[in-house]
């Protein structure tokens, strides 16, 4: 029996999926933390914060993700103003 306001949505992870597909949400972050810089690759904890209808989800990685440091872009943008150089 309904409340209210109603029945609350059951989230599920393909609703989860409909909702970031849709832009159904009021609010959204990406968040990527840096754990470990290893000899050639990155260890990286990427995650989502999404509100939807005043509920919070929050969507992250299972496990951190390796990235070798070769598929990274690297600059020099000196004082931030604009790009000095590519870094090889």
Known sequence: MGGFLGDK??????????????????????????????????????????????RMIVIEEKDPIVVPFADFKVEDWGDGIKKIADIE
């Open 9 to 54: 949505e059951v989230l599920t992870k393909e609703r989860v999926k409909e909702i970031l597909r849709n832009k159904e949400y009021n609010f959204f972050e990406e968040k990527v933390n840096l754990l470990e810089v290893r000899d050639d690759s990155l260890l990286l904890k990427i995650s989502f914060l999404v509100e939807h209808k005043t």
